[in-house]
């Protein structure tokens, strides 16, 4: 009866043992379910972070585009009023050359060279606004690029955050 006894009370240690050990089984599984329920989320919220940088990404990519058509237009006047302004200086040249070949009609040359010189300011005032227009969407062309950079390192950081999250989820599955 003794020797049944201990039989018994050996199988009730080996028992509780076994128990206790299922009890932290159980626990770490839990944790682990836990785990990769936060990976998933984690991955769920850096899919939608990646979602929103493609679309701000997109939007950058167009603003570019339009910069570079802004100043393909700025460049564009500024070439035909760089043509108009040699147009101009040209003209004055003639008409210069005339006033000193025409000393007797001195008075009218000189009304039609200041209306020349008029046109020249007035080109050369448009020409520097065309410029000024130009260095402007240059500036916003930077700032823009630079948006772009800054959008695809966010990018790539989340990109690899995702990575990061599906590998640690990886064991769970």
Not at 42 to 57: F, G, H, K, T, Y
Not at 86 to 111: I, N
């Amino acid at each position: 009866m003794t020797e049944t006894l201990n039989a018994a009370e050996q199988a009730r240690a080996s028992l509780a043992a076994d128990l206790q050990n299922l009890q932290k089984a159980a626990g770490t599984a839990a944790d682990l379910k836990s785990q990769a329920t936060e990976a998933e989320k984690a991955l769920s919220e850096a899919s939608a972070a990646r979602a929103s940088a493609q679309n701000e990404l997109a939007d950058l990519t167009k603003q570019i585009g339009d910069a570079k058509l802004a100043i393909s237009g700025a460049q564009e006047e500024a070439s035909a009023k760089s043509r108009d302004l040699q147009a101009v200086e040209a003209r004055l040249k003639g008409e210069s050359d005339r006033v000193a070949a025409m000393q007797s009609q001195d008075q009218a040359l000189s009304a039609e060279q200041a209306e020349l010189q008029n046109q020249i300011g007035a080109a050369r005032a448009a020409l520097a606004e065309v410029q000024s227009q130009t260095a402007s969407a240059q500036k916003q062309f930077v700032a823009v690029q630079n948006q772009v950079n800054a959008a695809t390192a966010e990018l790539n950081a989340l990109q690899n955050q995702i990575r990061g999250a599906k590998s640690s989820a990886s064991p769970d599955q």
